[in-house]
């Protein structure tokens, strides 16, 4: 019988393997395979066979499930989808920089119930079931709680085409006088284990897509966070906001006069 713990485990399973594959197989300097949005938005062929290595330990196990991946797209129309991000944080991969991870989200009927992200260079593997909590290496997570804003060390992340750097710019200089200080770790999935696990009291990016934050997302509210986009918006590429309850509404009130969502 399938259930949201049975997800998690095969998740867990397939991040580690895909962690340890792109240990072992990382040259000293990855090579750019492609470029997405921009020259900066960079593809590697580890991302590739991450995803690739992936996409056929899922189909093994379960050959019906559909998957969604940043790389091969979306395949297969069954009611569990699996959301893979095969390397969050490419540009660190490159770059020997220690931020970046396998995620991967398993999707029911809609719902992400299960979520693990495995921060690789870092050896920690962040994992949550819908309803069970958030955990690393046998710890439940908290977030943190009762920061005010002014308090509050924060997350963030920035686009690769210069319109929206030039408006995350903007909205960063209005941001970093009211809180402690901000940080950007470069990768979405870590950031908002970051959240979960109170490395950072909160993160807010624009651009983000699912596969970015579907397993982080859930890994962050689990241990207690809130997550979600500008005026009642799911979370979501135009905006995801995650930090505790209280937090979370000083942040999005002061984000939404900025109007963060714009590019240019």
Not at 93 to 117: C, T
Not at 134 to 154: F, K, Q, S
Request: glycine fraction near 12%.
């Amino acid at each position: 019988m399938e259930t949201s713990v049975t997800f998690a485990r095969l998740a867990e399973e397939i991040a580690r393997e895909a962690g340890e594959m792109l240990l072992a197989k990382r040259p000293a300097r990855p090579e750019v395979l492609a470029t997405k949005s921009s020259p900066t938005d960079v593809v590697t062929a580890l991302d590739k066979a991450s995803e690739e290595l992936i996409r056929r330990r899922i189909r093994a196990v379960r050959p019906g499930d559909a998957i969604l991946g940043e790389e091969g797209g979306s395949t297969g129309d069954g009611r569990v989808r699996w959301i893979v991000d095969p390397i969050d944080g490419t540009v660190n991969f490159l770059y020997g920089l220690p931020e970046w991870a396998v995620s991967i989200g398993v999707e029911v009927d809609g719902e992400i119930v299960a979520g693990v992200v495995n921060v690789v260079p870092r050896g920690e593997v962040f994992t949550a079931v819908k309803g069970g909590g958030a955990w690393l290496a046998g710890e439940r997570l908290r977030c943190n709680t009762g920061v005010p804003l002014d308090r509050a060390l924060i997350a963030t992340g920035f686009g690769y085409e210069t319109g929206r750097r030039k408006v995350q710019a903007e909205v960063l200089a209005h941001v970093l006088p009211r809180v402690r200080d901000i940080r950007r770790g470069g990768s979405a999935a870590s950031d908002l284990c970051s959240v979960a696990a109170g490395r950072v009291d909160g993160f807010y990016e624009r651009g983000p897509q699912y596969w970015d934050y579907a397993a982080g997302g859930l890994i962050a509210a689990e241990a207690g966070a809130r997550i979600g986009g500008l005026n009642g918006k799911p979370y979501n590429p135009g905006l995801t906001l995650c930090a505790a309850p209280e937090l979370f509404e000083e942040l999005h009130d002061l984000l939404a006069p900025l109007d963060p969502e714009r590019d240019a």
